[in-house]
């Protein structure tokens, strides 16, 4: 029985296919931040796994890459590969069902505690990846980003114009000193709802940004959400990086004012929300005025 909207019988076929068994239910799963087809996907017996499915130019992009990702590598940090296929209208990516599994919030010591073990062993595998840039290109450095055109990130109301004025020249020299660059294999979208608690250990999950890069900006922008829910400070975790904080703090401010990305409806709420604890941090970190702006006191 097919319900919950599946879009098509061949899309059905396929996923049973794949999976190698009948499905007698699906459900949508809510979330994510793009527009990609999620399901949960229960089969005869009591078994279960996930499908997500590319649906936009976008999503199937990314999940081009994920599925590339899963293709080469394996680990206790990331969920055990069903099956997989790289269609040119909907590519499939099937996983184990994580869902009765703990996802944070709320943390607590011990579970982020796992979430760092996890992230060290992860940062210390050895893979053949490619960079950083060729996943993600070069790109402008994001405070300058913010300088070219300050009115998207001074229409958040988290600083004024004397406040950016003030602070932009040491916040872009301090960014460019943090190098995206790096030997260890890392995720690139680190987030609670990326995280997962299974058996006393953390598993990640969207894993279509992984590349060779720096370690502690990967850790680094899993912080301001950390800090967001948990009330733990980036530096009780990650002292001592100021040059990290201006890197993560000007990725969200010259994001988080622009206009709405129609395959990922929810990402700018979501930028927003790191911004307010990323800003205040490179303001500790760096030692900058206070803040004046509408939405920092």
């Known amino acids: 029985m097919i319900n919950e909207g599946v879009p098509h019988r061949e899309l059905a076929e396929r ?21 990609a087809l999620r399901l949960l996907c229960r089969t005869g017996g009591g078994g279960s796994f996930f499908a997500k499915v590319g649906t936009t130019p976008l999503t199937r992009a990314a999940l081009r890459r994920e599925i590339h990702v899963y293709e080469r590598l394996r680990g206790d940090f990331m969920p055990r590969l069903l099956a997989s296929e790289d269609d040119e209208s909907d590519p499939v990516l099937l996983i184990e069902d994580l869902s009765e599994h703990y996802w944070p919030p709320p943390w607590g010591g011990r579970q982020i505690e796992l979430t760092l073990a996890q992230l060290d062993a992860l940062h210390g ?9 060729q996943v993600h290109g070069a790109g402008v450095p994001n405070w300058l980003v913010v300088a070219e055109d300050p009115a998207p990130f001074l229409s958040l109301g988290f600083a004024d114009a004397n406040w950016l004025g003030a602070t932009l020249p040491t916040l872009i020299e301090v960014e460019e000193s943090c190098p995206t660059a790096g030997e260890s294999l890392t995720h690139w979208d680190l987030r609670s709802d990326n995280i997962c608690l299974k058996d006393g250990r953390a598993v990640f ?25 948990s009330g733990v400070e980036p530096e009780e975790i990650l002292p001592d990086a100021p040059e990290v904080a201006a890197r993560v703090s000007g990725y969200f401010a010259s994001r988080a004012g622009l206009p709405g990305i129609g395959d990922a409806p929810r990402v700018r709420a979501v930028q927003r929300r790191q911004l307010e604890t990323a800003l205040p941090w490179a303001v500790r970190a760096l030692g900058l005025p206070p803040l004046a702006g509408k939405r920092m006191v």
Do not use: M, Q
């Open 15 to 35: 996923i049973e296919r794949l999976a190698g068994a009948r499905v007698e239910s699906y459900r949508r799963v809510e979330g994510g931040y793009t527009v």
């Open 125 to 133: 595998t050895k893979a053949p990846f490619e960079t950083y840039a």
């Open 205 to 229: 999950v969207d894993w279509n940004g992984a590349c060779l890069s720096n370690p502690r900006l990967d850790l680094g922008f899993w912080l301001p959400s950390l800090a967001y829910e």
